[in-house]
Every structure is written in C-alpha cells, then in structure tokens.
C-alpha cells in the first residue's frame, strides 16, 4: 500500500541549530517527490521536486535529498522565519501528502 | 513563475447560501486542477480532481451535488459550495498543474465560515 510518514511531528529548534526532517514513502512507480512549506492561514509553498534517488536540491538554507526509501530535508543554521510546517507530497500512481513537521525556530 | 490566485480569501455567509471559490493559474495552462480541504493541524484532505473540459473525479465520501466543480479552461476551475451549512466551515484550498509528474503549485486558501 501506498503512504507517505513524516517526522518529526513537531520540531523546536535554537536559531544556528542544524537539523533534518525526514519523509518516508512506499510508491509504486515513482514520478516524483515534491517538498512544501506552508504557513498559517496559507497555502503550501513550492520548494523542491526531487525525481532520482542520489538527486540533490539547493535553496539557500534548505537541501533536499532522496533516496529509494526517503527524503531529507536537511535546514542549516535556521532562522524564526524558517518556523513553518513542512510539507512531503510524492506522486506515484496518486499523489499523496505527509501530515508535516511542525518547526519552530526560536531566536 | 507558476503562480496560482484563489479567490475569494473568506468569505463569511448564512447557512443555506451557496458559495463559489475561483481559481486561476495566472502564468501556466494547467491541464489539472485539485481542491482540497484542510482542517486545523491536520495535512490537506483532497476532495476532487478535474481536468479541463471533463468531469471532476471526487474522492470517496465527497457528495458532488454538493460541491460542485467546473474547470472550463487550462487557466480557471470553480467550487462550488452549494446551500453550505457550518459542518462545510473549513479552509479550502486549490493546486495546479501542468502534467503528473510536475509539482502542484498551490493558491492561498479560501476560508469558509457558515453562520
């Protein structure tokens, strides 16, 4: 069966403190892997699409990286304006989306 | 690039009153449009796909008499709440795109409160 896990759940994290949230899938046929970022009262925010495991993307602090298993979205040194909940979406034979990890950037 | 406008943001209303939420894809011809339905804290919930000139598939447990979708060209679809009742309060928000394995992109949500 086809799913998609995000974790953490929620993340709380120091301003300069490094760190990776994770999005596991099981996809038949997979035609990409679509990471999001939405805040409040908004919609999700295009950040990367990821469609060969060993592919790599860059947006200033965020890295995206995949696997055959996962993705990682690695944040270096965040800032509070990087607090938003992170979304993973992949599109196999559907498209699914992962319920996202909270983070919160504290100054 | 890819921009995509909803509208309106909220929208405030009587139990009863239908509503209709527009979404455009300003900048690219989206051959697929998505509504979904987010509820506070929780993922987006999709409801229905339409592609352009066809009938919108709804997913199971959306009535289609009771949102009604049109998607009548490459750049507009429409959502229609029809006679909304306050269960249907919720945060609506619609994607497009231009073919399956190209990213969604996403207007900024309708917000929907039913007196």
């Known amino acids: 069966e086809d799913q998609v896990t995000q974790s953490p759940e929620a993340l709380r994290l120091q301003e300069g403190e490094s760190s990776s949230l994770n999005c596991s899938y099981t996809?038949?046929?997979?035609?990409?892997l679509f990471w999001y970022r939405q805040d409040p009262g908004k919609g999700p925010e295009f950040l990367f699409t990821l469609y060969s495991a060993g592919e790599e993307k860059e947006k200033e602090r965020l890295k995206a990286t995949l696997t055959k298993k996962e993705s990682f979205l690695h944040i270096t040194a965040p800032k509070p304006e990087d607090s938003a909940t992170y979304l993973c979406?992949?599109?196999?034979?559907?498209?699914?989306f992962g319920t996202g990890t909270s983070l919160t950037v504290i100054p | 690039g890819a921009v995509v406008s909803q509208h309106p943001s909220r929208v405030i209303c009587k139990s009863g009153t239908s509503v209709k939420i527009e979404c455009r894809s300003l900048d690219f011809q989206a051959t697929t449009m998505f509504w979904y339905r987010q509820f506070p804290k929780q993922s987006l919930m999709l409801m229905a796909t339409s592609n352009e000139g066809s009938k919108a598939t709804y997913e199971q447990g959306v009535e289609k008499d009771k949102f009604l979708i049109n998607h009548a060209s490459l750049t507009l679809s429409t959502l229609t709440v029809t006679s909304a009742h306050p269960e249907d309060s919720s945060f609506y928000i619609c994607?497009?795109?231009?073919?399956?394995?190209?990213?969604?992109?996403f207007g900024d949500g309708t917000r929907l409160s039913i007196l």
């Open positions: 996809v038949s046929g997979l035609r990409g």
């Open positions: 994607s497009a795109r231009v073919s399956n394995n190209q990213p969604q992109h």
């Open positions: 979406a992949v599109q196999g034979n559907q498209f699914y």
